[in-house]
């Protein structure tokens, strides 16, 4: 069982880098569906998650239809401020792998898309009188880590000793 990060045309490389340290301290792969909105040679991307980007297992997609060709059958959920089920209502400690896609920062995700997939839209609780959406990293950090919560956070360290620890 893994779970997976899926950008939708990212175009912010400060969110992707962040999200991508997300995925090395979650051992969760990082898919990128293209056209992405920077290099990943860019110096905001590589500032944001310098000393993880190499520990990160990234898959580029050309396109939206090659990634859907790619996930074949797999369970895919669509993380949009649009859906009318809350992302903790799934349950995702069932064995298989989840991917969890995000869309653009300006846009989101394609509307004909996300209809064609209702069934597979899931929202986090927020108040949309005062903001149009989350941040994209906070949001993937928070979604992937209730996923890991319901796993029992398998093969992460609920503990660490470091030399010279604050709290010891």
Same mark, same amino acid.
């Given at each position: 069982?893994?779970? #997976? ?35 990943? +040679? +860019?110096? %905001? ?8 980007? #190499?520990?990160?297992?990234?898959? @580029?997609?050309? +396109?939206?239809?090659?990634?859907? *060709? =790619?996930?074949?059958? %797999?369970?895919? &959920? ?8 809350? @992302?903790?209502?799934?349950? =995702?400690?069932? #064995?298989? +792998? #989840? =991917? !969890?896609? !995000?869309?653009? *920062?300006?846009?989101?995700?394609? *509307? /004909? !898309?996300?209809? /064609? ?27 992937? =880590? /209730?996923?890991?919560?319901? %796993?029992?956070?398998?093969?992460? /360290?609920?503990? &660490?000793? @470091? ?6």
């Amino acid at each position: 069982m893994t779970n #997976h990060i899926v950008l939708f045309e990212p175009q912010i490389p400060a969110n992707t880098g962040n999200i991508a340290r997300t995925c090395a301290a979650t051992n969760s792969p990082l898919h990128l569906i293209e056209p992405l909105g920077f290099s990943t +040679d +860019d110096k %905001q991307l590589k500032r944001a998650g310098l000393d993880y980007w #190499h520990d990160v297992d990234i898959t @580029y997609h050309k +396109d939206l239809p090659s990634f859907l *060709e =790619y996930l074949g059958n %797999q369970e895919l &959920h669509l993380i949009t401020k649009f859906a009318n089920k809350v @992302y903790s209502e799934v349950n =995702y400690d069932n #064995h298989q +792998d #989840h =991917y !969890f896609m !995000f869309g653009k *920062e300006t846009t989101g995700l394609p *509307e /004909e !898309f996300m209809r /064609e997939n209702a069934e597979k839209c899931l929202r986090i609780p927020m108040n949309d009188e005062h903001v149009r959406s989350l941040n994209l990293s906070n949001t993937a950090a928070l979604v992937i =880590y /209730e996923a890991l919560r319901q %796993q029992d956070f398998p093969n992460l /360290e609920r503990s &660490h000793h @470091y030399d010279g620890d604050k709290i010891d």
